[in-house]
């Protein structure tokens, strides 16, 4: 699969901010309120193109469905939809970025971070040097 060429809607950062607030709230669901349902999210609220995501309800199920579709780790199918990944210096607001164990949502609170969301829900976490991501539009 080629990956997709996206284009950022005018209103972009309205959206993800709309879209970062109703996820605050969301509790952690394998397959529905994971973090690759809420990068899938993000590029929607961004481009309004949402990426397919496969069906799974545990933690072994989503590591069965990458298999499935022939990626190694959740990384190499974020490559495969989004393009090549880049440096977390180079994304701004609003891009995809991967911090080794998740997908997040390059963000800025007080400075760059990733908002990502997992069982205690949407946390901002600052980047390190092996921090890679994924431009978005």
Do not use: N, Q
């Not at 990956?3 to 901010?17: C, E, S």
């Not at 590591?63 to 090549?84: N, T, Y």
């Not at 164990?101 to 600052?126: I, Q």
Request: aromatic residues 10%; neutral net charge.
């Amino acid at each position: 699969m080629d990956p997709v060429a996206l284009t950022r809607l005018p209103d972009w950062d309205a959206r993800l901010a709309e879209t970062v607030s109703l996820w605050r709230a969301r509790p952690f669901a394998w397959g529905a309120a994971d973090c690759a349902a809420w990068a899938a999210a993000c590029v929607e609220a961004t481009t309004g193109w949402r990426p397919a995501l496969p069906r799974y309800t545990t933690e072994a199920g989503a590591a069965r469905a990458l298999r499935r579709l022939g990626h190694a780790s959740l990384a190499e199918a974020a490559s495969a939809v989004l393009g090549p990944a880049v440096a977390w210096g180079a994304l701004r607001r609003g891009d995809i970025v991967w911090d080794g164990r998740a997908l997040g949502c390059w963000w800025y609170e007080a400075g760059p971070s990733g908002l990502f969301v997992g069982p205690e829900g949407l946390v901002a976490a600052v980047p390190v040097a092996d921090w890679r991501g994924w431009k978005v539009g």
